[in-house]
Nanobody, 123 residues
Framework: QAQLVESGGGLVQAGGSLRLSCAAS????????MGWFRQAPGKERNFVAC????????YYADSVKGRFTISRDNAKNTVYLQMNSLKPEDTAVYYC????????????????WGQGTQVTVSS
């Protein structure tokens, strides 16, 4: 069973950057697909990005493509989300999640979730 802890959120001006981290416990981190999701106030939680267990494949939501980069370090049991050119509409609580199996964009397909980290982008 994996436990996930996000960090790195905060307040940033539009156009700025943040790097989120998600540290995972357990010995099987390298076997999980990892994903990032976000939930803005009053809205549903939505897919942002995911990365294959090997790190060799990534997939992004259209809204963040070209601005965000997901990566992982299996030696450190950590997945990252580098967020550049941030916009006010990126404001949300960001969650990392893990699933056994191939990459997937559906919330229901993920087995483990972190507690979330707040990202606020001011205009």
């Amino acid at each position: 069973q994996a436990q996930l802890v996000e960090s790195g959120g905060g307040l940033v001006q539009a156009g700025g950057s943040l790097r989120l981290s998600c540290a995972a416990s357990g010995r099987t981190f390298s076997s999980y697909t990892m994903g990032w999701f976000r939930q803005a106030p009053g809205k549903e939680r939505n897919f942002v990005a995911c990365i294959a267990s090997s790190g060799g494949y990534t997939y992004y939501a259209d809204s963040v493509k070209g601005r965000f980069t997901i990566s992982r370090d299996n030696a450190k049991n950590t997945v990252y989300l580098q967020m550049n050119s941030l916009k006010p509409e990126d404001t949300a609580v960001y969650y990392c999640a893990a699933r056994r199996g191939y990459m997937n964009t559906a919330l229901a397909e993920y087995d483990y979730w972190g507690q979330g980290t707040q990202v606020t982008v001011s205009s």
